[in-house]
């Protein structure tokens, strides 16, 4: 491993100006990415700056309006320890309960997670689905991006050099309202998605979808959101025909790669497999059965 500095900032300001003093800087949260990279000479540095010691970033609540606020660098262990959290997010429960085993998730953080920009990532299919949003602190001022809007390409993202991701933030969960991650991995645990779905929905009054959101991951460049899916859904009663809809849909947007872990035929079929089931655990949800 190359010789960097290590910073152990006490506050945003002190890591703002640590960012902004020109050398080459990368992060550290859980360190579950960025450690394995350094040590592989696949990520170089002139400067380590530790977020572990920054209150806004350690820290997460449940907000009076019933939304959830997570700072990027909590330990996805605490958040789904959290009987509230579990309670009323299982969606984000589902993804931060299979990002390695428990080891690294009393580390990892979903801040890492989302900034490491995997397209095979664990969280962002499940809160794409779950409408979060970034909170991005730069020098001048905080903006927020839809996390959908966040990857711009494998490892890359929308933060800009001099900015931090600060927290993620999920909308309070509405009536009638069921969300479900899921991913297929050839093994059961401790490994990376071939293909991942995410999927959310929203009945009406009168039990047909309000609502939708479905979400990929491992088959394009990012995770993708797929628009079309949500289109097969809305206005229509929650069932096989219309999830299948949905399902062919995500099938024709996903856009894999061959690899070790899979090829293009078969991550397609997942696209469309997982896309079914993550709208009928959504489903389940709602009904209080999941
Ligand atoms: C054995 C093993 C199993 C794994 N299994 C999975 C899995 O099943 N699914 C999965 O999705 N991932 C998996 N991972 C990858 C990794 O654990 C996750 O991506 C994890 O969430 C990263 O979080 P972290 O806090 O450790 O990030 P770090 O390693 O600390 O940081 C990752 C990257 O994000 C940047 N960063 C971190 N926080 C911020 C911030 N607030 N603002 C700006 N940049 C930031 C860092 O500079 C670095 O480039 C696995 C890793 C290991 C070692």
Same mark, same amino acid.
């Not at 491993?1 to 992060?27: C, H, I, Q, V, W």
């Not at 900034?115 to 979060?132: E, F, H, K, R, T």
């Given at each position: 491993?190359?010789?960097?500095?290590?910073?152990?900032?006490? $506050?945003?300001?002190?890591?703002?100006?640590?960012?902004?003093? &020109?050398?080459?800087?990368?992060?550290?949260?859980?360190?579950?990415?960025?450690?394995?990279?350094?040590?592989?000479? %696949? %990520?170089?540095?002139?400067?380590?700056?530790?977020?572990?010691?920054?209150?806004?970033?350690?820290?997460?609540?449940?907000?009076?309006?019933? $939304?959830?606020?997570?700072? =990027?660098?909590?330990?996805? =262990?605490?958040?789904?320890?959290?009987p509230e959290v579990r309670r009323r997010f299982p969606a984000l429960v589902d993804a931060a309960t299979i990002i390695g085993g428990i080891a690294i998730q009393s580390r990892? $953080?979903?801040?890492?997670?989302?900034?490491?920009? *995997?397209?095979?990532?664990? *969280?962002?299919?499940?809160?794409?689905?779950?409408?979060? #949003?970034?909170?991005?602190?730069?020098?001048? &001022?905080?903006?927020?991006?839809?996390?959908?809007?966040?990857?711009?390409g494998p490892g890359r993202s929308a933060l800009q050099p001099g900015e931090l991701l600060l927290q993620v933030k999920i909308p309070a969960p509405a009536a009638n309202f069921g969300a479900f991650y899921h991913r297929f991995i050839p093994r059961n645990e401790m490994d990376i998605a071939v293909a991942s779905a995410g999927a959310s929905l929203t009945l009406d009054g009168s039990g047909r979808i309000q609502a939708a959101r479905v979400a990929l991951g491992a088959v394009a460049a990012t995770p993708i959101m797929v628009p079309a899916a949500a289109s097969a859904l809305i206005g229509k009663e929650p069932n096989?025909?219309?999830?299948?809809?949905?399902?062919?849909? =995500?099938?024709?947007? =996903?856009?894999?790669?061959?690899?070790?872990?899979?090829?293009?035929?078969? #991550?397609?079929?997942? *696209?469309?497999?997982?896309?079914?089931?993550?709208?009928? &655990?959504?489903?389940q949800r709602i009904r209080g059965n999941r």
């Open positions: 491993m190359e010789a960097f500095d290590y910073l152990e900032p006490r $506050s945003l300001s002190e890591a703002l100006t640590a960012l902004g003093n &020109g050398k080459r800087s990368l992060m550290l949260a859980g360190g579950t990415d960025v450690i394995v990279q350094l040590r592989e000479g %696949r %990520r170089e540095c002139d400067q380590l700056i530790d977020l572990k010691h920054i209150p806004e970033l350690m820290s997460y609540r449940i907000t009076g309006d019933g $939304s959830l606020e997570i700072g =990027a660098a909590v330990p996805l =262990a605490e958040l789904y320890e959290d990892a $953080s979903l801040g890492g997670n989302l900034c490491n920009a *995997s397209p095979a990532a664990d *969280s962002s299919p499940a809160l794409m689905a779950l409408g979060a #949003r970034l909170v991005i602190v730069a020098p001048s &001022g905080n903006r927020e991006v839809a996390v959908e809007e966040f990857f711009t096989t025909d219309a999830f299948a809809a949905a399902g062919a849909a =995500a099938a024709a947007a =996903a856009a894999p790669i061959d690899d070790m872990r899979g090829g293009i035929a078969q #991550r397609k079929h997942l *696209s469309k497999v997982l896309t079914v089931r993550a709208l009928e &655990g959504a489903l």
